[in-house]
């Protein structure tokens, strides 16, 4: 099962990052579906991943760091609050499920729904009106909301990060992803040390080691094709990859349901 979960990382991150999805949107509704894992273990497990990934995705991009706004600034530190959040709203459900069975069924609900949406945005971008957010409260309140999502779900935010900095910030790719790399390690950060504090699930820190390097290596290996590929096949491996990940989650969700009858 290792060697399974280990091949699911390398490939989510390869063509995540090709995609721009992101590799832990992928990550976390695969092991709901193949691993015998708690969601606790598995949330923990895909989070850290995602962590790892992103640090090093900054250290690339440190050059962008200059260049980021107020707002920029109150997305991270609410996607640091949202990431405790998230952590507490995890623990919240966890603890007063009658199992871990269905807090894996919210989670996998929340990304039907939101992977949904994101797909249905795509299809409609070029029609629908954005706005353009420049109040910093708001912009923290944004970040809040990212940072939960990315904390409770355990998947990073990738398309959902992209998808609302779009519409409400009308941030092009470039600016949307380094914000959204700013809020994914703010809020995974957050919920790494609260995670830390309050104790870390049982599991095989030799799996969660290979992991974050298999997680970097497919990110990488991911970047250097991306630059291969012309746009329209990006695009269209995007739109793919939202289709499995719906339906994936979607097939998560009637499977705990069962589970729980």
């Not at 998230?86 to 966890?94: A, H, S, V």
């Not at 935010?157 to 994914?184: H, Q, R, V, W």
Request: glycine content about 10%; proline content about 1%.
């Amino acid at each position: 099962m290792e060697i399974i979960v280990l091949i699911t990382v390398l490939i989510a991150t390869v063509v995540g990052s090709i995609s721009g999805i992101g590799g832990g949107v992928i990550i976390k509704p695969v092991m709901d579906a193949i691993c015998s894992m708690s969601s606790a273990q598995i949330s923990f497990m895909s989070g850290t991943t995602v962590l790892a990934m992103t640090f090093a995705s900054l250290i690339r991009s440190r050059d962008e760091i200059k260049k980021i706004d107020r707002r920029g600034v109150m997305l991270a530190i609410g996607a640091a609050v949202g990431g405790l959040a998230g952590k507490q709203l995890f623990d919240i459900i966890r603890e007063a499920a009658s199992s871990g069975t269905m807090v894996s069924l919210v989670q996998n609900i929340f990304m039907v729904l939101l992977t949904g949406a994101v797909f249905v945005y795509t299809l409609k971008k070029e029609n629908i009106r954005k706005m353009e957010i420049r109040n910093q409260v708001l912009a923290f309140i944004a970040g809040s909301v990212l940072g939960i999502f990315s904390s409770f779900l355990g998947i990073g935010g990738g398309p959902i990060n992209l998808m609302i900095l779009s519409f409400f910030f009308s941030m092009d790719t470039k600016t949307a992803a380094f914000n959204s790399l700013l809020a994914i390690f703010f809020s995974q950060s957050l919920s790494f040390i609260s995670t830390s504090i309050t104790g870390i699930p049982d599991i095989s820190w030799t799996l969660m080691v290979l992991m974050m390097i298999f997680g970097v290596v497919g990110a990488t290996i991911g970047r250097t094709l991306s630059k291969k590929m012309d746009n329209q096949a990006v695009d269209k491996l995007f739109m793919v990859l939202l289709v499995f990940i719906t339906g994936l989650s979607f097939y998560n969700c009637i499977t705990f349901g069962l589970d729980l009858v």
